[in-house]
T-cell receptor, first 114, second 116 residues
Framework: DQQVKQNSPSLSVQEGRISILNCDYT??????FLWYKKYPAEGPTFLIS?????DKNEDGRFTVFLNKSAKHLSLHIVPSQPGDSAVYFC?????????????FGQGTILTVHP | GAVVSQHPSWVICKSGTSVKIECRSL??????MFWYRQFPKQSLMLMAT?????????EQGVEKDKFLINHASLTLSTLTVTSAHPEDSSFYIC????????????FGPGTRLLVL
């Protein structure tokens, strides 16, 4: 049972435009959500997170939105840059930030064209 | 930032042999390490959680006798795939954390295992 789903395997965007990556989850016990970025031959690196008590968190060009009623979160990258091209994973956990057990989505390959 | 290494980066072995994968935190002491596996076009699936000096906690459905995890020091955890079979072929990735909290989980680059 896939509790965290990223239904778009890939996304292609022009440099300077907005990239929107989506993620859906089914487990209502999840209360903390994270986005990771992964380059080839490297491990995932933490990008941004959001607690279930919030509906938006912003960090520079990256904004994560959480819609708890729809069990949906999205990552917005504005403006997109070629260096943003990577695989993006969303992940979820229970128990707030006090425990690192993560459930991951399948990942979305983002390609930003110059 | 904190660096986690894995060795080897890829390995090919014959069916029935055992393979050991190392995960090291290079510039910090990891209280907890996690082991994941990823099949093609699927998500990273948590296999087990290991704390230094204690037995690993395995996720449901993961055979602890097949995937032996040892976390003997604060900088090293090993995953041994015993009597490997072709269905064990996968991408294995570890992560390490020094503090409680998902944000502080640092991932290694992964190990690609191919069992012939």
């Amino acid at each position: 049972d896939q509790q965290v789903k990223q239904n778009s395997p890939s996304l292609s965007v022009q440099e300077g435009r907005i990239s929107i990556l989506n993620c859906d989850y089914t487990n209502s016990m999840f209360d903390y959500f994270l986005w990771y970025k992964k380059y080839p031959a490297e491990g995932p690196t933490f990008l941004i997170s959001i607690s279930s008590i919030k509906d938006k968190n912003e960090d520079g060009r990256f904004t994560v939105f959480l819609n708890k009623s729809a069990k949906h979160l999205s990552l917005h990258i504005v403006p997109s840059q070629p260096g943003d091209s990577a695989v993006y994973f969303c992940a979820a956990s229970t128990g707030g930030t006090s425990y690192g057990k993560l459930t991951f989505g399948q990942g979305t390959i983002l390609t930003v064209h110059p | 930032g904190a660096v986690v290494s894995q060795h080897p980066s890829w390995v090919i072995c014959k069916s029935g042999t055992s393979v050991k994968i190392e995960c090291r935190s290079l510039d910090f002491q990891a209280t907890t390490m996690f082991w994941y596996r990823q099949f093609p076009k699927q998500s990273l699936m948590l296999m087990a959680t290991s704390n230094e000096g204690s037995k690993a906690t395995y996720e449901q459905g993961v055979e602890k006798d097949k995937f032996l995890i040892n976390h003997a020091s604060l900088t090293l955890s090993t995953l041994t795939v015993t009597s490997a079979h072709p269905e064990d072929s996968s991408f294995y990735i570890c992560s390490a954390t020094v503090l409680q909290g998902a944000e502080t989980q640092y991932f290694g680059p992964g190990t690609r295992l191919l069992v012939l």
